[in-house]
């Protein structure tokens, strides 16, 4: 899509006034000063996940033990509710949906559930380019099943280090491959790969396929009753604004009802006999049949609260924002930015790319350390990426046009140079 854009504050105060999602940043705590760019990591804090989480610990603290009966089970069916509210964003059934976890564990049950190797179909497909624990969890499954690594893990490389092409991925799709499990948006350039056509090209060979949402639940509309993947998880503190640390997801296309859990717990037994305490495992018919524990009510009460939000808006119209106002940084970048040494290094398509930008630049690790000092809160990935979000629920276009004259302070009068190399934990 073609747009144009001017180079001007005044012209980034008239999109803000032209934004109809503008007035959402007041559902949002923003620290007076402060840019926050860092949304794709951890979302902020809103009011209403504030307002979710004081609710929980009042029924907590009034109930005791009730809770677990009060409002007619809500709490004890917690998964369920939330998934009933999260099931829009994927276009998904609500109960091929089961809140649980950390992304993390949901990858070892969704490995553990789908994983059946045979002699003659026992590879797995990940990419280079994927988050750690991705890879950590599927190395960890091949070992517990008694495979070598280095006979059973294709990796897809990246031929510019930043991308994966959709035809090389598909080309792994060999008949001794028995799983796949991809990013649906790359965490380090944003590309948004396309689900249905890899999805539909696994299949066709007779593969599992799994995505990880982790960049783009809360971003990017999904379609999952197009798309047909087997399974899915996804974290809910970026986009979702869930919460640090808050609980995750995991999808499984219904078509799998009734596959054994790989890991088993208390909570995916079925309710009606969950408290006769039998040591014979009854499983739950549906995605809930993969829970483990008793639900992490105190982590799920801020992202109940705030799906509310989401729900209201639509994802189409965050979708909109969200193209439009990284589309303006990264016509900004192209104006005013490119002699200094920044480039992009995402994707420009709109259906290509996901919520935030990948900013390049030799300096950007030390850019990142002066943009905090000067209020702006980005993230940094190596070798030299500056990945901003934009979030489309509480970042205004004026403040984008003030992020680029900052970065552009930042290599004209040489601010960078003043901080050291070295690397710190967390940036």
Same mark, same amino acid.
């Given at each position: 899509?073609?747009? *144009? ?5 005044? %012209? ?101 559930? %789908? ?30 099943? #008694? ?13 510019? #280090? ?8 598909? #080309? ?51 379609? %999952? ?65 993969? *829970? ?76 990142? *350390? ?58």
């Amino acid at each position: 899509m073609k747009r *144009l854009f001017e180079t001007d504050r005044e %012209f980034a105060k008239r999109l803000d006034a032209e934004d109809p999602l503008f007035k959402i940043r007041d559902h949002f705590y923003i620290t007076e000063g402060e840019l926050y760019m860092d949304g794709n990591s951890l979302g902020l804090c809103s009011k209403d996940a504030e307002r979710g989480l004081l609710e929980a610990f009042d029924v907590w603290k009034h109930e005791g033990i009730k809770i677990w009966g009060t409002q007619n089970g809500r709490f004890f069916n917690y998964s369920r509710r939330i998934a009933e509210k999260l099931a829009p964003l994927l276009n998904a059934d609500s109960d091929e949906i089961a809140i649980m976890g950390s992304i993390t564990s949901n990858i070892h049950q969704a490995l553990a559930t %789908f994983y059946k190797p045979t002699t003659t179909k026992y590879k797995i497909v990940v990419d280079a380019l994927n988050f750690p624990t991705d890879i950590y969890a599927t190395k960890s499954i091949i070992e517990l099943l #008694g495979y070598r690594v280095d006979e059973t893990l294709i990796t897809i490389q990246s031929e510019d #280090g930043r991308t994966l092409d959709v035809e090389t991925i598909i #080309g792994t799709f060999k008949e001794d491959v028995a799983l796949v499990l991809l990013p649906a948006v790359l965490y380090r350039s944003a590309q948004l790969l396309d689900l249905k056509k890899i999805t539909d090209a696994a299949h066709e060979k007779g593969i599992i396929i799994g995505w990880d949402l982790a960049h783009s639940i809360g971003a990017v509309p999904h379609d %999952f009753k197009a798309a047909k993947p087997d399974f899915a998880v996804w974290c809910s503190y970026k986009y979702l604004n869930g919460g640090p640390g808050a609980v995750a997801g995991l999808y499984i296309n219904r078509k799998h009802f009734g596959i054994s859990a790989g890991l088993k717990g208390w909570f995916g037994n079925q309710d009606d006999t969950q408290f006769l305490l039998s040591h014979d495992f009854e499983q739950d018919h549906d995605a809930n049949g993969l *829970l483990l524990g008793t639900p992490h009510i105190l982590s799920m009460a801020p992202l109940d609260a705030m799906l509310d939000l989401f729900n209201v808006i639509g994802m189409d119209a965050i979708r909109e924002k969200s193209l439009n106002i990284t589309a303006y940084l990264m016509s900004l970048v192209d104006s005013k930015l490119t002699a200094l040494g920044y480039t992009i290094g995402n994707p420009r398509a709109d259906h290509q790319r996901g919520g935030h930008v990948c900013l390049e630049h030799p300096e950007g690790y030390r850019i990142s *350390l002066a943009l905090r000092d000067l209020n702006i809160i980005p993230d940094y990935r190596e070798p030299n990426v500056i990945r901003l979000a934009p979030v489309a629920l509480y970042v205004s276009y004026e403040e984008v046009y003030h992020l680029v004259e900052i970065l552009e302070k930042i290599i004209i009068e040489k601010i960078y140079e003043s901080y050291s190399l070295k690397r710190v934990t967390v940036l």
